[in-house]
């Protein structure tokens, strides 16, 4: 069965790591920001693929798949509210940030799913 409460961990863990991994790109004063976006990005997703498996373990892959999707709604949201930017003006890319973004979640998840299967594979031997 679904776990609401540790899908909520999962997407509140996440906007932390990326909330925190804002301020130290801005505190670097990294002014690229096709880099900066792409490194948060990526270990954002990477780290949901990660958490969906663990806190949900009987549903990992909607997890993630529904995790990644929120969240990239969430930052589509914040950057036409906050920043002015309308980035609902183009729907291929935003089609394209939602597969790239819950591939990457879901590539992740089956890689942590496998390596949580070998360990308790390997406790049972």
């Known amino acids: 069965m679904f776990n ?3 899908f909520l961990k ?7 790591l990326f909330i925190f991994i804002s301020f130290l790109l801005g505190l670097f004063n990294i002014n690229q920001i096709a880099l900066s976006l792409s490194i948060l990005y990526v270990l954002c997703y990477v ?3 990660v958490l969906a498996p663990i806190w949900n373990p009987e549903t990992p892959y909607f997890a993630s798949y529904l995790a990644s999707i929120s969240l ?4 589509l949201l914040f950057a036409v509210f906050v920043f002015d930017v309308m980035v609902f003006a183009d729907p291929a890319e935003i089609n394209k940030g939602l597969v790239r973004n819950s591939a990457i979640s879901l590539i992740v998840s089956f ?9 308790k594979e390997l406790q049972n031997d």
Do not use: E, F, S, Y
């Not at 990239?72 to 930052?75: A, D, L, P």
């Not at 890689?111 to 360990?119: E, F, H, T």
């Open 4 to 6: 609401l409460t540790g």
């Open 10 to 16: 999962g997407i509140g863990i996440v906007l932390a």
């Open 47 to 49: 780290l949901n693929g």
């Open 72 to 75: 990239t709604v969430i930052n």
């Open 111 to 119: 890689a942590v799913i496998q390596i949580l299967n070998r360990k």
